[in-house]
């Protein structure tokens, strides 16, 4: 990537700019009445009403980058892609400044399959901040920051400690820097690093759907009931939360409800009937049903929007390993890789997949590829871990046997 930082240079970039925050006056901004009513509408699931508010200041040309980041946001939302691009487009010169638009831009081009655009948008801010990190040295911009240089790839302990810590430390009470180490930490599959945060935030805002939802994704697997419990919430604060209802979809579609998944799947079709990860799911259910050709229909309307979004096939292949269909689901796998050489969970869930089917060299020689390319990834991490214990292992074989144990036993 053009004007990416050499590892040499990346921690003096994150303290230069860490030095400028704390040195330069906090500078907070008071968000007007409307402001806030359009942001509660969205909260709980009344999106056009947000929209109209934010339409009408947007319209009328309010100095105030909050009106066209809450239209393009809730356009988004709704799978109105192309009026969030044409929104962006015409508020980003006036607000050219505002971190918090641009990486809103970055999420719309993607949607609009306009990824050459996403990246030069990444490339042209990397230079903007290098050249002058004092535009972006307020305190209010350490959580866009900090997401900003995940985009990028960045070390996620140092973007911790460096942007997302020292938004809390400046403020205790902001929801947004929980809610960001909580997403960070759950795309590492760490947990518990989620549930620590969240759960400070909970206690500042238990009636934030977002905030239940991403609660439900950190008690997954450790306490279930508890997210179950989590994942209600969200819902009664908003029953148009759409990560909350493709949630609910999943757990159905993984006990085998397929007929209750498909309902819920209506429900986020009424919302926003675009949604690739709708598709994708439909998809996985004919495939599990036997019906491939409405297997192929669902993929095919899944990519329309995105022809090169991996998360279609790496959603469809999760959940056909989830039901032992390992083969089928490391099939899905190279697909999203076909379309995202670089797409981590894909390669993550491949690499599982290929060990479960006996295809163990391939599956360590990915996951070697895998820990280069992520290496904060718990999941692949894990898996490295095992690999260390059974290369202690001494192997039997035998026809259609494969014994693992320590040499002393």
Known sequence: MANRLIPSLRLLCYQCLLCFVLWYPSVT????????????????????????????????????????RILASNYLTLGRNAEALATYESSIERFSDSLRL??????IYLANNLKQKADK??????AQIQRNPWRYSTKADLVPLGEFFLIKGEDPKQVLKLCFDQAVQADPKNIEAYKAIATMA??????????????????IDEEDPQLNFLASEAWTHSDPNKSADYLQRAL????KHIPSLLKRAQGFLNAENYETSLDVLKRIESINGSLPELWALRAAIAHLQGDYKR???????????QKLNPIVDALIGKHLSI????????????????LDPNYQPAKTQLVQDLLRLGRESEGWKLL????????FQVTSYNLQLLKGELDRYSTIEAPGFLIRMDASE
């Open 121 to 126: 948008l990444v490339d042209d801010l990397t």
């Open 295 to 305: 297997e192929g229909e669902c993929r095919s309307q899944a990519l329309a929007e």
């Open 29 to 68: 901004y008071a968000q007007s009445a409307d402001v806030l009513k359009a942001i509660a509408s969205e909260k709980i699931g009344e999106y056009d009403q947000a929209i109209a508010l934010a339409k009408e200041q947007v319209d009328k040309k309010t100095w105030n980058e909050a009106w066209p």
């Open 323 to 338: 039901h032992y269909r390992f083969a089928e689901g490391a099939q899905y796998q190279e697909r999203a890789l076909k």
């Open 102 to 107: 641009r990486l809103l831009g970055h999420r």
């Open 368 to 375: 070697k590829e895998a820990r280069t390319g992520d290496p």
């Open 186 to 203: 759950l795309e590492k599959s760490d947990a518990q690093v989620a549930a620590d945060a969240l759960q400070k935030a909970l206690k």
């Open 236 to 239: 009664e604060l908003n029953p």
